[in-house]
């Protein structure tokens, strides 16, 4: 993502650009036990947020997107931005960004629908599924009333958005699903690890904008109050992004099986 | 969200596949591929970063414009993921 001009040019001509690190990353080594080692991160995530002056977060950008996608969801949230800067002071009023946030989620919802009722194959919509929401074509002749909203309880939504997430964090690594799906193939057009490594990234950044951003949208919907950035922070990883931060195990020692060595690090 | 496809990952994947898996007895190579994204001209050394976001947010207040935080495991200028 950063290394995109466009994201670059953006984040300097619109923000004050800032990077902070949560911890320090998380490594394993693999002994294969013939002289061989393997040394490769082990877990994480990142996290782009949008901050007032004050450092309250008014939107968060969780995972990774392709530079396209993370543009155009950053370009949604400057305009809103600017819209509320035209009328007064730069911090908008609570009311007004939980009012834009759940308007967002009801926009992605309306989305996936349009996605589904135009498209001439089966789309799984994992938001849709996870709000109960499903397709409802119009009788032949039937006028377009107005339109009510798809989530009117943002919290409720973000409850069951939120279960969703967790279902799609057991998943296999995007990766090893796309490796897998190729295995068959021979081996001359097999996608190479760069190729793979792309394909994982599209396909993550789509699962991203189609079910992340929108229960951040409602995350902040839900939200009583424009929440401070590191608790906000913290919240998003651990509910969103499924990553234990405030754990120093990052809970992977909360069960051992039989014969695994106990962690010899100091607590 | 599943932890698929950090940053580094993809570093790894581009950039380390190979030198990663390491055989001490094979020689190994005198120079060290560095890997892109951190090397001295990596893009995204071009973001005009704050050095902290308290200075962050000092600039935020007088340039009237918001902040991007970037919040990850590691350092930017190192590892992360």
Known sequence: ?267 | MRRSTSLFTLLAFTALAGPALSAPSSPSPAVKPVPSALAADAPWRRVQWAPSLQAAQERARREGKPVLLFSLFGKLDQEFC
Not at chain 1, 152 to 177: C, F, M, N
């Open chain 1, 1 to 267: 993502m950063l290394s995109d001009n466009r994201i670059i040019e953006l984040l300097n001509s619109r923000f004050v650009p800032v990077w902070e690190s949560i911890r320090p990353v998380p490594k394993v080594t693999i002994d294969f036990g013939d002289g061989r080692t393997l040394k490769r991160t082990l877990t994480g995530n990142t996290l782009f947020s949008v901050l007032l002056p004050d450092g309250r977060m008014v939107d968060a950008f969780p995972g990774v997107y392709t530079p396209s996608d993370l543009l155009s969801e950053l370009q949604v949230t400057l305009a809103f931005l600017d819209k509320q800067r035209a009328c007064g002071p730069m911090a908008p009023p609570l009311e007004e960004v939980a009012e834009w946030h759940r308007a967002q989620a009801d926009v992605a919802a309306r989305k996936e629908l349009m996605q589904i009722t135009l498209s001439k194959r089966f789309v799984e919509s994992p938001l849709l599924a996870a709000l109960g929401i499903r397709p409802r074509f119009p009788k032949p002749g039937e006028q377009p009333g107005k339109e009510q909203p798809l989530i009117e309880d943002p919290k409720a939504a973000l409850e069951q958005v939120s279960r969703r997430i967790v279902d799609v964090s057991h998943q296999p690594a995007t990766a090893e699903r796309i490796r897998q799906e190729h295995a068959r193939l021979p081996e001359e057009k097999r996608p190479s690890p760069e190729k793979l490594g792309q394909m994982a990234v599209e396909q993550d950044s789509r699962t991203n904008v189609r079910l992340l951003r929108p229960a951040v949208h409602l995350f902040f919907a839900a939200e009583g109050a424009l929440p401070m950035a590191r608790p906000a922070r913290d919240a998003i990883f651990r509910r969103l992004l499924q990553v234990p931060v405030d754990d120093p195990d990052f809970g992977l020692s909360d069960g051992l099986p039989p014969g695994t060595l106990r962690s010899t690090g100091s607590r």
